[in-house]
């Protein structure tokens, strides 16, 4: 199973980016799926998740201003983000929990991460 996440770059504050998050390999069904960020000299931080029936939650610290959702037929999803701040600056990482076959256990797969740079 890989993740591959792509939409990083650099936007200025209060612009808006849109990640995504590809999910391949050998997949029977994926459960949650979620974003993490890591800023420079930072602990990496829980972003937002959603749920196989859509069921989202966010940080505080994004509530409002980004968005999750998922595409279960193309096994992609993505995070909308909006009124970027600095602050926001950081890699984002994409999580996916993975079931590869009917009754199997389900593992977490972490995506190589992409990164957001917004400038002030």
């Known amino acids: 199973v890989q993740l591959q996440a792509s939409g990083g770059g650099l936007v200025q504050a209060g612009g808006s980016l849109r990640l995504s998050c590809a999910v391949s390999g050998s997949i029977f069904s994926i459960n949650d799926m979620g974003w993490y960020r890591q800023a420079p000299g930072k602990q990496r931080e829980w972003v937002a998740d959603?749920?196989?029936?859509?069921?989202?939650n966010y940080a505080d610290s994004v509530k409002g201003r980004f968005t999750i959702s998922r595409d279960n037929a193309k096994n992609t999803f993505y995070l909308q983000m909006n009124s970027l701040k600095p602050e926001d600056t950081a890699v984002y990482y994409c999580?996916?929990?993975?079931?590869?076959?009917?009754?199997?256990?389900?593992?977490?797969?972490w995506g190589p991460g992409t990164l957001v740079t917004v400038s002030s």
């Open positions: 959603i749920s196989l029936g859509g069921s989202t």
């Open positions: 999580t996916a929990d993975v079931n590869r076959r009917v009754g199997g256990r389900t593992t977490t797969y």
